[in-house]
């Protein structure tokens, strides 16, 4: 027996379960399809910009913050979207008749009302039907609610302190510069490069990296029953080390990772016209340190965990968790201080740094992090292995 032997045994259980192969190979493919064009809106705002849409538009308030607003919408607003008069107080069916998704309402005596200390708020109505533009009237709103509460602060700190008018312009100055005064904002997904990333390069990425972690879930569990089985004593008989056991079931088990990788690349490559580069090298680098990364990953559970149920319920939520934070299925703001410190997001980072023809030297960094964690996985999984052996 040798390590050839052993990845020909892990082929042949592969195939004797067609079903769950092609499954394990279609899987990458329709999760790519489904988030690309569900999220794709999102992401033609990067490449085209927000297209300009209609919006009801009633302003009852003749005092300080109706006034403002009024003139934000119709400043800065503009670029956006271009306000509609109602023609009744029905705003509902406005809506509907218009065919207009959003409408916003400031109320009577809406300055009045927060100064002196009542309950009062702008009315945002929206249909549901379109997340781009219930997004921009949110964020708009957003931000000129965060620009009054930081003027009416200022204004608060001015009585306090007793500060002068030129003390006052300074200190507005100074936020200014910091902040800026745009009530809505654009965050780039990527700044790979010249261009940004589409919906479908940005989940060919995602969804392929997210498929090689979980392909060390077939390792993982391919060893804790081998343990049930008591194959341990049955191998000791044959002339093979542990080290030698435990690379014949990774590469066995890694053959289902690569050729997921080959059916991403080539698919999105040929139905979604994703670009991934010219630097294959890399690209090839990044897929097998993610494997490795996570097989290591699955021999250390696999030596800590005697059921197999419960080792692959303890990956899918490393698995799950790991990408959710790294904003492999759609970017989460709060959770960015957490996923740059993720396999996934470094792994991302390298491969559309290559994607936008960048050297191994402009992302060498996130490279030596993912080999770096790969051989820091992989020495821990073989000290608990050979440990968890001898107890066998």
């Known amino acids: 027996m040798n390590v050839i032997t052993i990845?020909?045994?892990e082929l042949k259980l592969m195939l004797r379960n067609r079903v769950n192969l092609v499954v394990l190979l279609v899987t990458p493919i329709a999760m790519i399809a489904l988030m690309g064009y569900a999220l794709k809106p999102f992401f033609n705002i990067e490449e085209k910009g927000i297209?300009?849409?209609?919006?009801?538009?009633i302003n009852n308030d003749d005092g300080y913050i109706g006034n403002s607003i009024d003139e934000s919408i119709r400043g800065e607003g503009n670029q956006y979207f271009n306000l509609v008069n109602p023609d009744s107080e029905d705003i509902e069916g406005q809506l509907f008749a218009k065919n207009i998704d959003e409408a916003i309402i400031i109320p009577e005596e809406l300055t009045q009302k927060l100064i002196?200390?009542?309950?009062?708020s702008i009315i945002h109505i929206s249909s549901g039907k379109d997340m781009i533009s219930n997004s921009v009237v949110n964020s708009f709103l957003g931000g000129f609610k965060d620009a009054a509460n930081l003027g009416m602060n200022i204004e608060s700190v001015i009585r306090t302190?007793?500060?002068?008018?030129?003390?006052?312009a300074s200190i507005g100055v100074d936020l200014t510069k910091k902040y800026g005064n745009c009530f809505v904002n654009t965050r780039s997904i990527s700044k790979q490069g010249t261009s940004t990333l589409g919906s479908f390069q940005y989940f060919s990425v995602s969804m392929l990296i997210f498929f090689l972690l979980n392909s060390g879930m077939g390792l993982g569990i391919g060893i804790v029953d081998?343990?049930?089985?008591?194959?341990?004593?049955r191998i000791s008989s044959y002339p093979i080390t542990n080290n030698q056991y435990l690379?014949?079931?990774?590469?066995?088990?890694?053959?289902?990772?690569?050729?997921?990788?080959?059916l991403v690349i080539l698919f999105s490559s040929l139905v979604f016209k994703v670009n991934w580069g010219n630097n294959y090298g890399g690209l090839a680098l990044v897929v097998i340190t993610v494997l490795f990364s996570s097989s290591g990953l699955a021999v250390i559970l696999s030596?800590?965990?005697n059921s197999s149920k419960a080792l692959s319920t303890a990956l899918i939520v490393i698995y799950w968790s790991i990408t959710f934070a790294s904003g492999a299925f759609t970017p989460v703001p709060a959770l960015e201080p957490i996923g740059r410190f993720t396999m996934n997001k470094w792994a991302f980072e390298a491969i559309t740094g290559f994607m936008a023809g960048k050297s191994f030297?402009?992302?060498?960094?996130?490279l030596i992090m993912l080999i770096a964690l790969c051989l820091i996985l992989w020495m821990l999984g073989i000290v608990l292995y050979r440990r968890r052996g001898l107890n066998e």
């Open 247 to 262: 690379l014949g079931k990774t590469l066995g088990n890694g053959v289902i990772g690569i050729l997921q990788a080959v």
């Open 51 to 57: 297209e300009k849409f209609n919006v009801l538009y």
């Open 226 to 233: 081998d343990r049930s089985n008591k194959l341990y004593s």
């Open 303 to 305: 030596s800590l965990i």
């Open 116 to 120: 002196s200390g009542e309950e009062a």
């Open 161 to 168: 302190y007793d500060l002068n008018t030129q003390e006052a």
């Open 361 to 366: 030297g402009n992302v060498s960094i996130y």
């Open 7 to 9: 990845i020909k045994n």
